[in-house]
């Protein structure tokens, strides 16, 4: 049985990943390179300077580390202006009642979102509360797909990493969901979410059994 269930955050409690992916398509596309939905989905999951370093791979110019931090910080700042308006609206259907349903199971409840908004928007959407642990990005050393973030959760729980399951929208979260060795829910399309061992299309199809 298990004993928590760690979530991420962009893309499967909220619609962020809308967001990063506006974002960085006004970036990538000031910058020369082409960005559609296909090449973002390699982004879902991976931190920011990762983001970044993925985008301009593809550009024809060559950046100093200043350069590069530069228009991290400015993706940032156009990030955050899309997300200063959110509230508990923002919320995805099935959202609060797939945390609720947890709780209710007796389950500890963890966060693990390489965001470094990630505070802020849980404070946005009102379900600060309904996290026993929210691992905070700016202590990870290594993104999704490492394991880290969701052993680190984990270890906060109290939980051996064989008793969780997490629930990951990104290719990448879901590699270290396995990487970590528990049990995978894929939220989005299974062909997409090939490694996890189950998909469902969304929060709304949330069921613990
Ligand atoms: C992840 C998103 O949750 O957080 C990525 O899936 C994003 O798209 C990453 O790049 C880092 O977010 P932030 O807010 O720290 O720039
Ligand atoms: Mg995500």
């Known amino acids: 049985d298990f004993k928590a269930v760690i979530f991420d955050l962009d893309g499967v409690i909220t619609d962020t990943a809308r967001y990063h992916y506006l974002a960085w398509k006004r970036l990538a596309e000031a910058e020369g390179v082409h960005f559609d939905e296909a090449?973002?989905?390699?982004?879902?999951?991976?931190?920011r300077m990762g983001s970044l370093e993925l985008i301009l791979?593809?550009?024809?110019?060559s950046y100093t580390?200043?350069?590069k931090l530069a228009l991290a910080t400015a993706k940032n700042?156009?990030?955050?202006?899309?997300?200063?308006?959110?509230?508990?609206?923002d919320l995805l259907p099935g959202a609060v009642d797939a945390l609720d349903a947890?709780?209710?199971a007796g389950l500890k409840i963890g966060l693990a979102s390489v965001s470094?908004?990630?505070f802020t928007v849980l404070d946005s959407l009102g379900i600060t509360?309904?996290?026993?642990?929210?691992?905070?990005a700016g202590t990870i050393a290594r993104g999704k797909p490492d394991p880290e973030i969701f052993l680190k959760a984990a270890h906060e729980l109290g939980v051996p990493p064989a008793d969780c399951f997490g629930v990951e929208d990104a290719v990448a979260g879901v590699a270290s969901i396995k990487a970590a060795g528990m049990y995978a829910i894929g939220v989005g399309d299974p062909r997409v979410l090939a490694q996890a061992d189950v998909v469902i299309p969304d929060l709304a199809a949330f069921a613990l059994d």
């Open 57 to 61: 791979a593809s550009s024809p110019r």
């Open 77 to 89: 700042e156009h990030y955050k202006e899309l997300i200063a308006t959110m509230t508990p609206a």
């Open 102 to 104: 947890c709780r209710a």
């Open 65 to 67: 580390d200043a350069q």
């Open 116 to 118: 470094r908004n990630a």
């Open 39 to 47: 090449f973002n989905e390699h982004l879902k999951g991976i931190d």
């Open 129 to 136: 509360g309904k996290f026993d642990y929210v691992v905070d």
